[in-house]
């Protein structure tokens, strides 16, 4: 069993900053590319930022400058630190990692998703 548990969401004026936090626990051997994604009403889900093992990223270009993902590899956990915040930033964010468990398999995994509301 493994899990991703988010935090950080919450309802910020544009111009704002949050900071989200997705922490893995369970049968974990290690983590590969940990990530967070976005879905907005009515929208597609999308890739908003990834980091590998090794710490190398990848950003949208609509939050390139304003973003920033890290992670903490001894505490399994990602975050992604958001600045100048736009109304068009609203949505759920989801963390996802691809987690290599201790019984071999790799697992694609999500977790359940927090709320991020800009207000203008």
């Known amino acids: 069993q493994v899990q991703l548990v988010e935090s950080g969401g919450g309802l910020v004026h544009t111009g704002g900053s949050l900071r989200l936090s997705c922490a893995a626990s369970?049968?974990?051997?290690?983590?590969?590319?940990m990530g967070w994604y976005r879905q907005a009403p009515g929208k597609q889900r999308e890739l908003v930022a990834s980091?590998?093992?090794?710490?190398?990223?990848n950003y949208a270009d609509s939050v390139k400058g304003r973003f920033t993902i890290s992670r903490d590899n001894a505490k399994n956990t990602v975050y992604q630190q958001m600045n100048s915040l736009k109304t068009e930033d609203t949505a759920v964010y989801y963390c996802?990692?691809?987690?290599?468990?201790?019984?071999?398999?790799?697992?694609?995994?999500w977790g359940q998703g927090t709320q991020v509301t800009v207000s203008s």
């Open positions: 980091i590998t093992s090794g710490g190398s990223t």
């Open positions: 369970g049968s974990i051997s290690s983590i590969n590319n």
């Open positions: 996802q990692a691809i987690i290599n468990t201790v019984w071999g398999t790799l697992r694609n995994c």
